[in-house]
């Protein structure tokens, strides 16, 4: 007999009884409120285009590098699961797979993710198994033929209020001016600069991107005026478009202020291919301050994501590519790093500075501390490998004491699965009401307090982070 496939109504909610009755109360206050999703990596030609989705594993499990990499972990080839360059498996024997081991994803965020979706978007009452694998697989299959499982379809069913992409600075955002253009589409879908490879000398293939850049603007390549031109144009580009941020993903937070010459000399080398590690360092720490800068100016704002040791496993980069599910966790620190940037720009009323990671060592030390002091400073709320139950609720307790609710981002997805984007709002929504409920329990903060709190945490405090 297969085992069922259930959802708790109280999932995520306190233990204790009265606790769980104050925690229903809020997120029943907040559940069905509109999704706000300032930072993720949907492609937004799905929506422009919208076409059916072409089979579930690649919905759930191709693109998805939370659920490949555990799969591998346990000795799955992911030649055998399609991921990456390895595209085109057959999907059936993809989710036959996965289906086998489901058991690998109980107590992950993942699992949790994808049993919200399977049982709320596709009525799916058994659990994945060997036995149940291919009777799961047409289920899906069949709704996906509805036209009311197409993303545009889905994006409104989801209510998402704003949607955030991740693009190159050099994109045209063709996409994003044809669905505002679309009187079809209701939704709100912003691009946001990426510029990392544009100002990493050791970024592959940084000279020939720095040459289209700077070509764009009708500069020379090894002017550093020039340079800093052609990327202002390309955010003016990008805020025309609708950008309300600029997003830096980098290794680590650094930050360096170095006059005009000093920055130039450095340019000069880096595009010339002359600039040795501890250039190319002084040079992206210079550059993450001047973006401070161009933020503080333009009004983007700045989101930070360090921390993460990208393509690991260097096998694995080489036969199935970037975003495969080998990216690790590194130790990050803000409160030196940063100081530069801060000692500059963060008093300016117009920056806006996001800051996430991936250690959480750093929340109570020096990112709560931070967003405690500096009004352009703000918490970004836990990404990637924290984005589950547990370490939210860790993250609550961290940050909350020193800073308090209101310096937040309020809830990230940044996610490629457009179908998790509901179950991840929906987990920090319970997870946020068992925490209030607690402090309302412990006499802490007054239930209405705790009401209008659990409200602003999804509607207010990401409206102000990101300026929207």
Do not use: C
Not at 353 to 374: C, H, K, M, N, Q
């Amino acid at each position: 007999m297969p085992a069922p496939l259930e959802l708790d109504a109280d999932r995520l909610l306190p233990v204790e009884p009265a606790l769980r009755s104050v925690a229903r109360d809020l997120y029943s206050s907040i559940a069905d409120l509109p999704i706000i999703s300032p930072h993720g990596h949907v492609d937004p030609a799905m929506l422009r285009d919208d076409l059916p989705f072409s089979d579930p594993a690649e919905l759930f499990i191709t693109k998805d590098h939370y659920v490949t990499r555990l799969l591998h972990a346990a000795g799955v080839d992911l030649a055998s699961l399609g991921a990456g360059s390895a595209a085109g498996a057959d999907p059936r024997s993809v989710w036959r797979l996965f289906a086998e081991n489901w058991q690998l994803l109980a107590g992950t965020a993942s699992g949790y993710w994808l049993t919200h979706e399977l049982v709320t978007l596709f009525g799916i009452d058994v659990e994945p198994s060997a036995e149940t694998a291919d009777a799961t697989y047409d289920a899906i299959a069949a709704r996906l033929s509805d036209p009311a499982y197409r993303p545009r379809a889905l994006f409104e069913r989801f209510g998402i209020e704003v949607l955030a992409t991740t693009d190159d600075p050099m994109d045209d955002l063709a996409v994003h001016a044809a669905l505002a253009a679309d009187d079809a589409f209701r939704g709100r879908v912003l691009p946001t600069f990426r510029p990392d490879a544009y100002l990493d000398p050791t970024a592959a293939g940084f000279t020939d991107r720095v040459e289209r850049l700077t070509a764009s603007n009708g500069t020379a390549t090894d002017d550093f005026r020039g340079y800093l031109a052609a990327l202002e144009a390309r955010r003016a580009h990008f805020i025309a478009h609708g950008a309300v941020s600029a997003d830096h993903g980098v290794i680590e937070p650094y930050t360096v202020d170095l006059t005009d010459d000093e920055a130039s000399a450095l340019y000069r080398r880096a595009v010339a291919g002359e600039l040795d590690a501890a250039g190319a360092r002084e040079f992206r720490g210079n550059m993450l301050l001047r973006m401070a800068g161009m933020s503080a100016r333009d009004g983007l704002v700045m989101t930070i994501h360090p921390g993460v040791y990208r393509n690991h496993s260097s096998t694995t980069f080489e036969g199935f590519g970037p975003d495969t599910g080998h990216d690790i966790p590194l130790t990050t620190s803000y409160t030196q790093n940063l100081r530069p940037l801060l000692e500059k720009h963060g008093l300016e009323r117009g920056l806006h500075v996001v800051l996430f990671t991936v250690d959480e060592t750093v929340y109570s030390r020096e990112i709560a501390p931070l967003a405690g002091f500096y009004p352009s400073v703000f918490i970004g709320v836990p990404w990637w490998f924290l984005d589950a139950p547990d370490a939210v609720l860790r993250f609550r307790a961290s940050v909350t004491e020193t800073a308090g609710f209101y310096r937040g981002s309020g809830f990230i997805d940044d996610t490629r699965a457009f179908l998790s984007i509901p179950a991840r709002h929906d987990m920090a929504r319970r997870l946020d009401s068992a925490f209030l409920a607690r402090l309302v329990g412990e006499g802490r903060i007054p239930l209405a307090q705790a009401e209008r709190i659990a409200v602003d945490l999804v509607t207010t405090v990401p409206r102000k982070a990101f300026k929207l």
